[in-house]
């Protein structure tokens, strides 16, 4: 009897196995088929990568590409980003439908709205970070631009510094979510996630120093809204557990 369940212990381990293989080729797969067709647009779309740092120069200002492959390279890596970003829906209804056969029904109810919201979250970060803070951030860097300097930034330095404000600005949209996390978790009350607010505000701009480049205005649009988004998980987190517990 010993033998015929580890038998069937083992049947099942390498179905799974077989299921998450088939779950990661096909997100791979769709993450491929986006890419290849963004590649012939590559250029067109490391231009608008680059639009914001490029109207916060001077006109006629052109970015530097100091490696030779570079000017290939740079654009290919940001397509490939962001086809992985466009097919994300589908890459994480993958992983859902791997994870869902071994969840109970209220753990399903629970996990599929945290999904949801927090890649909208993070997507909205992103936006934020696109859209308002680099032309802020970059027209404040450039008015402080000695005259006798001709700001031309390298593309490879450019994408290494958007790709880390991109990370650092949806990971903060992400806060509401963790403190949902948290609470719901039981692992701190929110009156706790309140008393703790003084630190939470030291911590924000501790990370807004080290993860955004060295200057005031840069932190403080990274430390604002990750204060402020504390407080809308303070605000969501015991309504979601009450609306659960219901």
């Known amino acids: 009897m010993t033998g015929q369940h580890d038998s069937v212990a083992e049947q099942g381990f390498i179905t799974h196995l077989i299921e998450l293989r088939n779950r990661i080729i096909r997100a791979s797969a769709a993450v491929l088929v986006v890419f290849l067709c963004l590649m012939p647009f590559s250029s067109e779309i490391f231009d608008l990568l680059a639009a914001p740092m490029m109207a916060a120069l001077p ?59 927090s890649t909208l979250l993070f997507f909205a970060g992103m936006a934020f970070c696109y859209f308002f803070v680099f032309g802020v951030v970059f027209r404040f860097i450039q008015q402080f631009a000695p005259q006798a300097v001709t700001v031309a930034p390298d593309i490879a330095s450019y994408f290494s510094f958007a790709l880390t404000m991109f990370l650092a600005f949806g990971m903060t949209f992400e806060v509401p979510v963790v403190v949902v996390l948290l609470v719901r978790a039981g692992l701190v009350s929110v009156q706790k996630l309140k008393q703790v607010r003084p630190y939470v505000i ?23 809204p990750l204060c402020l988004l504390y407080e809308v998980g303070l605000l969501v987190a015991p309504l979601f557990v009450k609306a659960d517990k219901v």
């Open 59 to 117: 006109q006629g200002s052109k970015m530097i590409a100091t490696g030779v492959i570079t000017p290939f390279l740079i654009p290919v890596q940001f397509t490939l980003l962001l086809a992985f970003v466009l097919a994300l829906p589908f890459v994480l209804h993958q992983v859902w439908a791997f994870i869902a056969p071994g969840l109970y029904a209220h753990e399903k109810q629970l996990v599929v709205p945290l999904i949801a919201s």
């Open 202 to 224: 030291v911590g924000a701009f501790v990370i807004a120093a080290i993860v955004t480049p060295p200057d005031v205005m840069s932190q403080l649009l990274l430390a604002i």
